[in-house]
């Protein structure tokens, strides 16, 4: 994949998250952020194109232009539905912005129909559901509860090794659900409000994070690699699996303490406390590489998709 068709990708990806036109303005820093950490990781210019994006210097035209290969296209869409659907359901304003750039692609209805019902069941599944791939702790029992959020972990790091956008829609219903399971086990009843604005204030943003997830496996040569090849490819390049990984075990780490705790930490300390333990992650992530990469080779993910949709 050469640097034009990378730029296009993720310009596209970017003005999916800007499409609902009234975005969170917690979720629009969150985005900012992304761009420069992706920035920092390959050197290329991410800011630039994220302020290109925000002040409108760049159209949706010019953006597919660089996508001159069906298996590109159908990539740039797939990602798109991913983006829009990360936060919920695609709203009006995403559906519209869906609409055009479908036709900009030149993608027949029929044909993406089916992407865009899998990325609508997977952001409505209800929380509350229980998933076989990832067991529950029936109470605040502190070994069950760190085995869940380990399993989840691993289990999410194993989806961003695999090529498919689904793999990547999945990780956001597996983070709320581990959030919830943690509420529940010490006496908690959540709903995906609640879950929702506790990721923000933690500071993961659903709609930056799979933008973050796509760039990290599109600046990693993963997704270059898997447009070459047919067959299940199981990525080489660990940094997005890491990421996915660290922020999980952050994630749960965070809830369990703060749910324990009666939920009087204020949004502050989990923001720094979730900061912390990201960073304590990233070195768990070397420790149990054999396990993610056998979980994703190993993942029946179409199985997995209709669990979290149940």
Do not use: W
Request: glycine share 8%; with cysteine; hydrophobic share 45%.
């Amino acid at each position: 994949m050469n640097p034009e068709q990378t730029r296009s990708l993720l310009t596209v990806c970017l003005m999916a998250a800007f499409s609902d036109g009234h975005q969170d303005p917690r979720e629009r820093d969150h985005v900012r952020d992304v761009a420069e950490s992706l920035s920092a990781q390959s050197g290329g210019d991410f800011m630039r194109l994220y302020q290109d994006v925000l002040l409108k210097r760049v159209t949706l035209e010019q953006a597919v232009a660089g996508l001159d290969s069906p298996e590109l296209r159908q990539l740039a869409f797939e990602m798109a539905v991913g983006v829009c659907d990360a936060d919920g359901v695609h709203d009006a304003d995403e559906t519209a912005f869906l609409d055009r750039l479908g036709d900009l692609l030149g993608l027949a209805r029929a044909a993406v129909a089916p992407v865009v019902r899998e990325a609508d069941a997977l952001a409505a599944a209800p929380v509350e559901e229980l998933i076989p791939e990832l067991p529950p702790a029936a109470s605040a029992d502190q070994p069950e509860l760190d085995r869940m959020i380990l399993n989840a972990a691993i289990l999410n790091g194993a989806l961003e090794l695999l090529p498919e956008t689904l793999a990547s829609m999945a990780i956001i219903p597996l983070q709320t659900r581990l959030v919830y399971r943690v509420g529940k086990a010490h006496g908690y009843e959540l709903d995906r409000g609640h879950i929702t604005d506790f990721l923000a204030t933690v500071g993961v943003g659903l709609t930056s994070q799979y933008v973050e997830q796509f760039g990290r496996k599109l600046v990693g040569g993963l997704l270059g690699k898997v447009l070459g090849r047919t067959g299940r490819t199981i990525g080489s390049e660990a940094t997005g699996s890491a990421f996915s990984f660290a922020t999980t075990y952050a994630l749960g780490h965070v809830a369990k303490r703060y749910y324990a705790g009666g939920r009087k930490l204020d949004a502050a300390s989990l923001k720094s406390t979730f900061a912390q333990t990201v960073d304590s992650a990233r070195g768990l992530q070397a420790q149990y590489a054999p396990q993610i990469t056998e979980r994703a080779r190993t993942l029946d993910l179409k199985r997995l998709m209709a669990e979290i949709r149940a």
